[in-house]
C-alpha cells in the first residue's frame, strides 16, 4: 500500500469505521429499512429514493426521446440543484443548455435525441484536474405492456452518483469533479462519446467563466480519470472493479475498500481489464473494457475505473425492479463506490496513470 493511500485509511475509519442499525424516515417518503451502513453527511434513505424514483413505472424505462427519459432527466436536474452543483454551461466547460447536452444520434437509421445531464464540483487543491464520474441513466422503455423498469441497469449507478455528489457538497473535493449521467448508453455508448467527443473537438483546453467562481482556474482542464457505475445494485452480491489492473495506487484503493466493506453484504471482486471474463451463463464471454460508457475513456487513454455487478435473470427484462435488489447490497456497494473517490481524491496527481 502506498503511503498515500495509507494515510487515507484513516479518514475511512473514522468516516465509515461504525456500525449502525436503522430505521430511516423521511418527510417527503418513507423507507424502512435495516443495514450497517452509514453514509456520513447524507441520509441514505435518500439514495434509495433516488433508485425507487428512477426505477419507478412513471419513469417508464427512460428510453431516450420518450417522456419518461424527460422524467427522469428532470428529476436528475433537481437532484444536482439541490446538492448544489454547478451548471455546466455557465463555467463554459461545454455546449451544453443549463445542465443538459442535448446531442443527435442514429438509431437503426431513426435520429434519436438523446439528453446528457452533467454538473460540476470546483476542486480546492486541483481544480483545473478533474474526475470525471458517469452513470447512464437511460434503459429500454416499454415492450408492449411491460415496462422495463432498469432498477439494477441503470438507476442503481444514478443513485450511486447522486451519493456522491452529496458527500462532496459537504466535504469539498481536492479535484475538480464533473458528474455525467448519461443517456442513450443501452443504443451504443453514444452519450459518453458525444460527451468526450465534444470535450476534444470543440471544447478541447476550455477555460471556465471565472465570474461564478471565487478563484480563476488556468486552463486546460485536464481529465484525469473516469470513474463509472453500471449495475451496483448488488444482485447476485458481487461487485466487480475493473481498470486498476496495472496500477498500484489503485490496487491499494481496491484492497483498502474490500478491506472496510467486508463481505457481509456484497462481495469485491478486481476484474482484470484486459480480460475477457464469463461472470454468468447469460453473459457469454463479454470484454468488460469495453461494456459501458467507461470504454470510450479507456479507448482515448484515459485511466478509469468501472464499478458493476454480474449479469443476472432480470437483466434487461421486466423483472429488473426495486423489488428484486438486494437493499443490503446495493447500500454496501454504494458505499464502496463511495470510499473508492474519496480515496482517489487524496492521490497526489501523477499517480493516476495505467
Not at 474526475?131 to 447512464?136: D, E, F, G, P, V
Not at 478486481?270 to 467507461?294: E, F, P, Y
Amino acid at each position: 500500500m502506498s503511503n498515500t493511500v495509507s494515510n487515507l485509511v484513516l479518514i475511512i475509519a473514522l468516516l465509515f469505521g461504525f456500525e449502525a442499525k436503522f430505521v430511516f424516515a423521511q418527510n417527503r417518503t418513507s423507507c424502512d429499512v435495516k443495514a450497517d451502513f452509514a453514509f456520513p453527511f447524507n441520509h441514505p434513505c435518500q439514495t434509495l429514493l433516488d433508485l425507487t424514483t428512477l426505477s419507478s413505472d412513471t419513469m417508464q424505462g427512460r428510453a431516450p426521446s420518450t417522456q419518461g427519459q424527460q422524467r427522469a432527466s428532470n428529476y436528475i436536474i433537481e437532484q444536482f440543484k439541490s446538492i448544489g452543483l454547478l451548471p455546466v454551461s455557465q463555467l463554459g466547460l461545454l455546449d451544453t443548455d443549463g445542465f443538459k447536452q442535448v446531442f443527435q444520434y442514429d438509431h437503426y437509421g431513426t435520429a434519436t435525441t438523446g439528453e446528457n445531464i452533467l454538473g460540476f464540483q470546483r476542486g480546492q487543491q486541483y481544480p483545473n484536474q478533474v474526475l470525471i464520474i458517469t452513470a447512464h441513466y437511460d434503459h429500454l422503455g416499454t415492450k408492449g405492456k411491460r415496462i422495463m423498469n432498469g432498477a439494477d441497469d441503470n438507476a442503481s449507478g444514478v443513485a450511486g452518483l447522486l451519493a456522491i455528489a452529496r458527500f462532496f457538497s459537504v466535504l469539498a473535493p481536492n479535484y475538480s469533479i464533473l458528474y455525467v449521467a448519461t443517456d442513450a448508453e443501452e443504443h451504443g455508448l453514444h452519450g459518453a462519446r458525444y460527451f468526450l467527443e465534444n470535450w476534444n473537438s470543440v471544447y478541447g483546453k476550455p477555460s471556465l467563466n471565472t465570474d461564478l467562481i471565487d478563484e480563476p482556474i488556468d486552463a486546460p482542464i485536464e481529465i484525469k480519470m473516469n470513474i463509472n457505475l453500471d449495475m451496483i445494485g448488488g444482485t447476485k452480491g458481487n461487485l466487480y472493479f475493473t481498470g486498476a489492473r496495472k496500477n498500484q495506487a489503485f490496487l491499494a484503493i481496491f484492497d483498502t475498500v474490500t478491506q472496510q466493506i467486508g463481505r457481509k453484504h456484497i462481495r469485491l471482486k478486481r476484474g482484470h481489464g484486459s480480460a475477457r471474463l464469463s461472470r454468468d451463463a447469460l453473459s457469454g464471454n463479454i470484454d468488460w473494457r469495453n461494456a459501458s460508457d467507461h470504454a470510450v475513456f479507456r479507448k482515448q487513454g484515459i485511466p478509469y475505473l468501472y464499478l458493476g455487478g454480474d449479469l443476472h435473470d432480470f437483466y434487461h427484462t421486466s423483472d429488473d425492479t426495486i423489488d428484486n435488489i438486494d437493499q443490503n447490497a446495493f447500500m454496501a456497494s454504494v458505499k464502496a463506490a463511495l470510499m473508492t473517490v474519496i480515496l482517489l481524491d487524496g492521490l497526489p496527481s501523477q499517480y493516476f496513470e495505467f
